[in-house]
Antibody
């Protein structure tokens, strides 16, 4: 079955960097655009970034543009989010999701918690 | 701030019909999608496009749209429908995604 499993979360100090990953299985990863979405504790969903199926196009939320970089390795069926210059307000569960077309996200992974704190 | 606006909370009596709305300028040109999220779980797509449901989603879930407002209707709400519901769509620039703030549905 289609599965997305995130990893790499943890506690990081403000200003530092962290990379989270999303391992995909059960579908042809290289055929789908992918998203990162985050959810701060007790808050709603916030879209973070989108990458096209081949990695040639990338889009970012204004809140992370210039600090975060989305990338993918289709040979490993893995999606990445490199997060630099982290801030306290970046604290959230980061989830990856497959784009089934027209920016409809399905399915989602369970997410990995990133806590930015000194 | 979100470009899509949802009511923070809605309640419905068991077996009754409830409509959850999502408002935003981008909805004049693009359909909304709807996601159900239960506590501690990942969001699940329940309605997308004009009014389509992924495999496995009960037909009591339906979507509609008028002007700048998209709606998710649950006809005959069940106890297991108690959850947070999030809408999303393209933003005004067209190639980014925006989510509403989410609506917490309580089934009484």
């Amino acid at each position: 079955q289609v599965q997305l499993v995130e990893s790499g979360g943890g506690v990081v100090q403000p200003g530092r960097s962290l990379r989270v990953s999303c391992a995909a299985s059960g579908f042809t990863f290289s055929s789908y655009a992918m998203h990162w979405v985050r959810q701060a504790p007790g808050k709603g969903l916030e879209w973070v970034a989108l990458i096209s199926y081949d990695g040639s196009n990338k889009y970012y939320a204004d809140s992370v543009k210039g600090r975060f970089t989305i990338s993918r390795d289709n040979s490993k069926s893995t999606l990445y989010l490199q997060m630099n210059s982290l801030r306290a307000e970046d604290t959230a569960v980061y989830s990856c999701a497959r784009d089934r077309g027209m920016l409809d996200l399905d399915p989602w992974g369970q997410g990995t918690l990133v806590t930015v704190s000194s | 701030s979100s470009e899509l606006t949802q009511d923070p909370a809605v309640s419905v009596a068991l077996g009754q019909t409830v409509r959850i709305t999502c408002q935003g300028d981008s909805l004049k040109s693009h359909y909304a999608s709807w996601y159900q999220q239960k506590p501690g779980q990942a969001p699940v797509l329940v309605v997308y496009g004009k009014n389509s449901r992924p495999s496995g989603i009960p037909d009591r879930f339906s979507g509609s749209s008028s002007g700048n407002t998209a709606s998710l209707t649950i006809t005959g709400a069940q106890a297991e429908d108690e959850a947070d519901y999030h809408c999303n769509s393209r933003d005004s620039r067209g190639n980014r995604v925006v989510f509403g703030g989410g609506t917490r549905l309580t089934v009484l």
